[in-house]
């Protein structure tokens, strides 16, 4: 079971264009392209005349023609044409689905559509503010959303799933503390007078021991933003600010389920030092997607050791845990009210 009723990331916008694009999203087999105008389209990947995917259809002009019959749609979802009859029945219609474009993604409501309120979709002004450098990505995962949600909320595991680029012994080893706010969950971690692990070497230009912190900030289904930064050792962030020798970035992430145990994991590393350094950008992209690819190693073989059992079939709940289970517990109160709504 998947929450409907939010904003959920379907695409980076430039992926979407004159082309029919599928995509499963939350469960749902939709179609994205954009009309001739610009504007993008979320449509059910399905006709409603004998359900072959539009996606094995063509679009053309601003209308989508299935692949078998001819049917065609335009992009409110309405059957305008049907070859070999004039008359349209009612019925001939495809779900569209309410749709923001913001912050370079492409944005879908996929439950009620009257409760679709732009003013609600996430916070990822990082990513088109010009005062920040961007690397930007795609991981597609072979596991249930939560679990990647887990992963992020429990930064322990740089230590070892990542000692080559932002893990060292000191993560696991420094002390976690966890609030929430409203609907959002926070996990902070301080990690004092450490080595600087190998990206902080090359990306922020540390060569002695450093303050590192990172602040997690969670909202359901699956939006993370990882506010981190480090600083000489023993420095005030202002003063080292004022320096301007902090070295801040924004780990953006955007995860929208796919199925029960596949999910799309958008994600963006936002800096405020060094922007015009286009060779830095590349290096951080490069690292970054590596050190993603070991979280999907790391995701998809617990994915695979889970197989039927429930995500929640954890025996061992550890301190670290806690912004998990919290985060956990957030989405299971959200999703309880979903079903208490239908049962009414």
């Known amino acids: 079971m998947f929450l409907k009723d939010v904003w959920q990331v379907a695409a980076f916008a430039k992926e979407v264009g004159r082309?029919?694009?599928?995509?499963?999203?939350?469960?749902?087999?939709?179609?994205?392209?954009?009309t001739s105008a610009g504007a993008p389209v979320v449509m059910l990947d399905a006709c409603p005349h004998r359900f072959l995917p539009l996606s094995m259809g063509k679009l053309s002009g601003d209308v989508v023609q299935c692949g078998y019959h001819g049917l065609c749609f335009d992009h409110r979802g309405d059957?305008?044409?049907?070859?070999?009859?004039?008359?349209?029945?009612?019925?001939?219609?495809?779900?569209?689905?309410?749709?923001?474009?913001?912050?370079?993604?492409?944005?879908?409501?996929?439950?009620?559509?009257?409760?679709?309120?732009?003013?609600?979709v996430p916070d990822f002004h990082w990513m088109t503010n010009p005062e920040w450098a961007v690397s930007e990505g795609y991981h597609h995962i072979d596991a249930h959303y939560q679990l990647i949600n887990d992963n992020l909320l429990d930064l322990s595991h740089e230590t070892f799933?990542?000692?080559?680029?932002?893990?060292?012994?000191?993560?696991?080893?420094?002390?976690?503390?966890?609030?929430?706010?409203?609907?959002?969950?926070?996990?902070?971690r301080d990690i004092l007078n450490c080595e600087p692990p190998p990206f902080y070497v090359q990306a922020a230009g540390f060569?002695?021991?450093?303050?590192?912190?990172?602040?997690?900030?969670?909202?359901?289904?699956?939006?993370?933003v990882i506010k981190n930064g480090s600083v000489p050792a023993g420095m005030p962030k202002e003063e080292a600010r004022a320096k301007g020798i902090a070295r801040e970035r924004r780990v953006l992430n955007l995860i929208t389920p796919e199925t029960?145990?596949?999910?799309?994991?958008?994600?963006g590393i936002a800096r405020g030092y060094d922007?015009?350094?286009?060779?830095?950008?590349?290096?951080?992209?490069?690292?970054?997607?590596?050190?993603?690819?070991?979280?999907?190693?790391?995701?998809e073989a617990q994915q695979r050791k889970l197989g039927d059992h429930k995500i929640t079939h954890f025996p061992i709940t550890l301190r670290a845990d806690a912004g998990a289970v919290r985060g956990r517990r957030l989405i299971e109160s959200m999703l309880r009210g979903v079903s208490a709504t239908a049962a009414e």
């Not at 002390?175 to 902070?188: F, W």
């Not at 060569?207 to 699956?222: E, M, Y």
């Open 161 to 188: 799933v990542h000692p080559h680029t932002i893990g060292n012994h000191a993560v696991a080893e420094s002390p976690l503390t966890v609030s929430e706010g409203e609907g959002t969950v926070i996990a902070h």
């Open 275 to 299: 922007i015009e350094n286009v060779g830095l950008t590349d290096y951080i992209r490069s690292e970054v997607a590596r050190t993603f690819d070991e979280d999907k190693l790391v995701l």
């Open 207 to 224: 060569s002695t021991r450093i303050d590192r912190w990172h602040t997690t900030i969670f909202t359901p289904p699956g939006f993370l």
């Open 260 to 267: 029960e145990t596949s999910s799309h994991y958008f994600w």
């Open 79 to 120: 059957c305008v044409k049907i070859p070999g009859q004039d008359r349209i029945p009612s019925t001939a219609k495809v779900t569209v689905f309410p749709v923001v474009e913001r912050y370079g993604f492409i944005w879908v409501w996929l439950g009620d559509a009257t409760k679709a309120d732009e003013s609600k």
């Open 19 to 34: 082309e029919i694009l599928p995509r499963t999203l939350a469960g749902e087999a939709v179609i994205l392209y954009r």
